[in-house]
C-alpha cells in the first residue's frame, strides 16, 4: 500500500478520534458533572426601622456604603424623649415621698392602736394607702424604664456587617414606627442558588464541590452545595373559581424538567470580583 493511499485513512482515523474525544468531554460536562446557567447570587436583607418616632437629626451613611455591626445607621430627635424621662424621674420622686410619709405614719398608727388610742378602721385606711403608694412607685419605676429605654432608641446602630442599599431617607425627614428606612445587604450571608433540572439531582450530593461563574467575570469561584430545596410551587394544585384544581393543558410531546433550586455555600471569592444580590450565575457541581 503506497503512502498517498495511507495518508487519508490516517487523517480518517485521527479525525474519529478527535471527534470522539469531544463527544466524550461533552458527555462528561452535561451528564457526568451537573451543570446550570440559570444560577443567581443571593443574599440576606436586613430592612431597619425605628422603633420610636421622631424627626430624623443624623444620618451619617450614605447610598452604597459599607457599615459594620454596632455603626450608627440615623437618629432621631432626642428632646421629646428626655422629657418624658426625666417626667417620670420625677413622678417617681414625688410617690416615693408620699410614700415614705406613709410608711412613717402607719408605723405610728401602729403603735398608737397597740396603745388603744386608733380604732381598726383608721389603721386599715393607713394600711391601705401604704398599699397603694407601693403600687405607684413600682407603676412609676416602669414608666422609668420605658422612657430610659425609648431615649436608648432614639439612636439606631446597624445589626449586621452590609451594604446600605436603595437609601431614600433624609436628615429632617420624619420618622414613623415601624417605617422601613434603611435597607442593609448583609455581606456574610452571601450564597448561590442553582436553579438545576430535575434530572440532574441524582447526581447532586451535599457537600459536592462546586464552581461558579459570574457574567461578566472570568475568575472562578470555589464553592459546595449546601443543600438542595425539597419543595416548589406547583402551579396545578392552586383552586379554581370552584375550588377545583385548575390544570393547565399541555399540548407539547416533550415535557420541560422542572428546575429545582440548590443552595451553594460560598468558600473563596477571587480578588476583584464583586458580589451583587440578583446576579446571574453559571453553577457547576463536581469540580
Not at 457599615?67 to 432621631?76: A, C, N, S, Y
Not at 380604732?119 to 420605658?146: E, G, I
Not at 419543595?231 to 384544581?245: D, E, F, H, M, Y
Amino acid at each position: 500500500m503506497s503512502l498517498s493511499s495511507v495518508i487519508p485513512v490516517l487523517l480518517t482515523l485521527g479525525a474519529v478520534a478527535v471527534a470522539a474525544l469531544f463527544g466524550w468531554f461533552a458527555w462528561d460536562v452535561y451528564m457526568g458533572r451537573p451543570w446550570t446557567r440559570d444560577g443567581m447570587v443571593r443574599a440576606y436583607v436586613v430592612t431597619v426601622a425605628p422603633e420610636i418616632a421622631g424627626r430624623i437629626v443624623k444620618l451619617p451613611v450614605a447610598d452604597n456604603q459599607m457599615v459594620h455591626k454596632g455603626d450608627v445607621l440615623f437618629e432621631i430627635e432626642p428632646a421629646d424623649y428626655q422629657i418624658a424621662l426625666d417626667a417620670a424621674r420625677a413622678q417617681v420622686a414625688r410617690d416615693q415621698a408620699a410614700l415614705d410619709y406613709a410608711r412613717a405614719n402607719e408605723g405610728r398608727q401602729a403603735t398608737l392602736r397597740g396603745e388603744g388610742w386608733v380604732s381598726k378602721d383608721v389603721f386599715q385606711q393607713s394600711a391601705s394607702s401604704l398599699h397603694q403608694l407601693q403600687a405607684a412607685v413600682a407603676a412609676d419605676q416602669t414608666a422609668v424604664a420605658k422612657a430610659e429605654l425609648n431615649l436608648s432608641r432614639v439612636t439606631v446602630r446597624s445589626p449586621v456587617n452590609g451594604y446600605v442599599t436603595n437609601l431614600l431617607a433624609q436628615r429632617g425627614d420624619y420618622a414613623n414606627i415601624g417605617q422601613n428606612l434603611v435597607s442593609l445587604v448583609d455581606s456574610d450571608s452571601f450564597w448561590v442558588d442553582g436553579y438545576f433540572e430535575e434530572t440532574s439531582l441524582g447526581r447532586i450530593r451535599d457537600n459536592d464541590p462546586t464552581t461558579i461563574r459570574l457574567m461578566g467575570y472570568s475568575q472562578l469561584i470555589r464553592g459546595y452545595v449546601g443543600g438542595v430545596a425539597r419543595g416548589i410551587t406547583v402551579v396545578n394544585a392552586q383552586p379554581g373559581q370552584g375550588g377545583l384544581a385548575s390544570v393547565n393543558p399541555i399540548f407539547t410531546w416533550v415535557r420541560l424538567a422542572q428546575r429545582i433550586p440548590v443552595h451553594i455555600h460560598i468558600d473563596q471569592v477571587p480578588d476583584g470580583v464583586r458580589l451583587v444580590a440578583g446576579t446571574t450565575a453559571s453553577v457547576e457541581v463536581g469540580r
